[in-house]
């Protein structure tokens, strides 16, 4: 998040935050991009989003709706957010993939 908002606030800051958000070698005369180490940064950042967004809403909405249905044991309710957690990510992507096709 503070990655985003420097890169949001600081137009001086771009030079060095652009890497995390921008695909770095683009050819212009084909068009295309083609593939490098800086696209490693984008990829890391990437990684470290998805980790986060795992993890919140499993804790902070999945945990409790486990609670809530009944699910007594900690282990069962672990279970129960990362199965659920699948099922939510599948369906989004499933989706996003049908619609961008």
Same mark, same amino acid.
């Given at each position: ?45 990437? =990684? ?12 902070? =909405? ?15 309710? =672990? ?23």
């Amino acid at each position: 998040m503070l990655l985003a908002l420097t890169h949001l606030c600081f137009p001086r800051a771009r030079r060095h935050t652009r890497k995390f958000f921008e695909l770095s070698y683009y050819n212009p005369e084909t068009g295309e991009y083609c593939s490098g180490w800086n696209d490693a940064w984008m990829v890391s950042y990437w =990684i470290v989003v998805f980790t986060g967004l795992r993890a919140s809403v499993m804790d902070y =909405i999945l945990t409790p709706l486990a609670k809530k249905g009944g699910v007594k044991t900690e282990r069962d309710q =672990i279970r129960f957010s990362e199965q659920a957690w699948l099922v939510v990510y599948y369906l989004f992507f499933w989706t996003l993939g049908l619609v961008s096709s």
